[in-house]
């Protein structure tokens, strides 16, 4: 076997069936035909103000109300509602943010750990969302990621809700100190109080 090819890491969307890759590549025709599992970390962002406002309804909305691109049917995916557990429980990390050129939509991307697995790796959902917070597509690399609405998805939108919903507020320890020093006194000393 030649050492180069051993080497190659396979695409994301090369291990897919014709059927799923056909889905999976119309996703990302919401941005550019940029593929979230196949772009180095560079590009990716921390930056939480770069996310578009999404709110809880946004969410519901998407769950439940939004339609598969593939059969224009509703969702209706209640069960993934459920999802806020996994995000309360602390099961949604590195969420990431990019938003690809020519395009007003911005894709987030985090890890989940897997609901019932908890000691693989873990999953890699990533959701588009336009320039007002709606949700336009997503997917995870899960078993059930083709079907387009899943726990892990949920999970991810519920924490990028939550990321949301915080940065627009500011906490007294969120600031530098605006307490002036007593007049009469050069410096504050440090002591220990007992």
Request: a neutral charge; one cysteine or more; glycine letters at 6%.
């Amino acid at each position: 076997m030649d050492k180069s090819k051993a080497k190659e890491k396979i695409k994301y969307v090369d291990k897919l069936d014709a059927e799923p890759r056909s889905r999976y590549l119309s996703k990302l025709k919401y941005l550019n035909d940029f593929d979230p599992y196949d772009c180095p970390a560079k590009v990716w962002s921390l930056d939480v103000n770069k996310l578009p406002n999404v709110l809880h309804g946004d969410i519901w909305n998407y769950l439940v109300y939004g339609g598969s691109s593939y059969t224009h049917d509703q969702f209706k995916s209640y069960k993934s509602l459920e999802a806020h557990n996994q995000f309360t429980h602390g099961w949604v990390h590195d969420l990431k943010i990019f938003c690809p050129d020519s395009t007003d939509n911005t894709v987030v991307k985090a890890k989940v750990l897997h609901s019932m697995r908890l000691n693989e790796k873990p999953l890699l959902p990533w959701v588009v969302v336009d320039s007002i917070g709606t949700v336009v597509t997503s997917h995870c690399d899960c078993m059930a990621g083709l079907g387009e609405t899943f726990t892990h998805v949920g999970a991810l939108l519920f924490k990028l809700e939550f990321v949301c919903r915080i940065r627009e507020k500011t906490t007294v320890t969120g600031v530098p100190a605006y307490w002036m020093i007593p007049s009469g006194l050069d410096k504050v000393e440090p002591c220990v109080v007992t």
